[in-house]
């Protein structure tokens, strides 16, 4: 009987941390990354190298979406952490990318 409580406890403690580790690293890339943009880009007609590295949101994306997943196994609405995560870390994602194919 303890067994039934744990996992779904469990599952919701976890799914609420990856959810806030991924939401906060795609708050904090996004706004660096925005502003990095915004420096980066006027400069790349004059200099052919300068691009964001894509490895920070795709970290961030895959702790939104292990939280997503580990939501599915606690019976309360914890999902909206991840949701959160993974939509804040598509934005830098979209911007490295559009940095890398500009070039």
């Not at 925005?34 to 590295?53: D, K, M, S, Y």
């Amino acid at each position: 009987m303890r067994a039934e409580r744990l996992i779904p406890n469990t599952a919701w403690f976890l799914s609420l941390l990856l959810g806030q580790a991924s939401l906060l690293l795609g708050l904090m890339v996004g706004l660096g990354w925005t502003f990095a943009f915004v420096v980066i880009f006027p400069q790349q007609r004059a200099a052919a190298h300068g691009a964001l590295p894509i490895e920070p949101p795709l970290i961030g994306l895959a702790l939104g979406a292990v939280g997503l997943l580990l939501s599915r196994f606690c019976q309360e609405p914890i999902a909206r952490f991840s949701v959160a995560g993974l939509i804040a870390n598509t934005v830098p994602l979209i911007l490295a990318l559009l940095l890398l194919f500009l070039r």
